[in-house]
């Protein structure tokens, strides 16, 4: 096992003595799978662009079609710079991504902004980094923290299927603003990415 998945089985612990209305979801709900977690960090934040404002079932047919565009199943930076603006239309990506995407793959080519060691900086640093790319916002980033680099205590308030969770979990009126559901996801630190993958899957 795991590192990461030791981390996350006493985040999960942790979870359910803290939140008890989150801890019925952790218990009932399918088991955690970190499969997600398993992308090269490149791929992840390119798979967390395709996904902005998209369904899961979209953003996912998305995916698979450009992943099988990589040669050799590459999914580094050299690689996605080596598929066309027509392979991404074909893809189902629009230009606005596609554009996104073509921005952010020549960005972490270049050696100056040394992409690679994006892993040993903190939260905040890497968010003012690549926010600064045109189309890659905090969401963006957030997701990427998660998904691309394991860090395990992120949330993304701004996520309206999150959003949609916080609301249900707690028989809210109203679907709570993305202040609000920052506000709400400080009770689950440092463990805000697993809480926020087992909330992911009860509106998937």
Known sequence: ????????????????????????IIRNGP??????FKK???EALVHAIIAQQLSVKSASAIRQRVH?????NDPSADAFSKITTTDFKNAGLSLAKTNTVERLTTYALNKDNQFEQLNTLPDNVIKERLCQIKGVG???????LM???????VFAPGDLGLRKAVKSLYSLNDLP???ECSAIAKKWQPYRTIAAWHLWRTVD
Do not use: Y
């Not at 099988?68 to 050799?72: A, E, G, I, R, V």
């Not at 998904?147 to 205590?153: P, Q, T, Y």
């Open 40 to 42: 090269q960090p490149f």
């Open 68 to 72: 099988t565009l990589l040669p050799k």
């Open 1 to 24: 096992m795991s590192d990461f998945e030791n981390h996350t089985q006493q985040a999960e612990i942790a979870l359910c003595k803290r939140d008890p209305k989150l801890g019925n």
């Open 147 to 153: 998904f691309g680099l394991k860090r395990i205590d």
């Open 177 to 179: 603003t993305p202040v």
């Open 138 to 144: 905090p969401w963006t980033v957030d997701i990427f």
């Open 31 to 36: 088991p955690f799978d970190s499969k997600a």
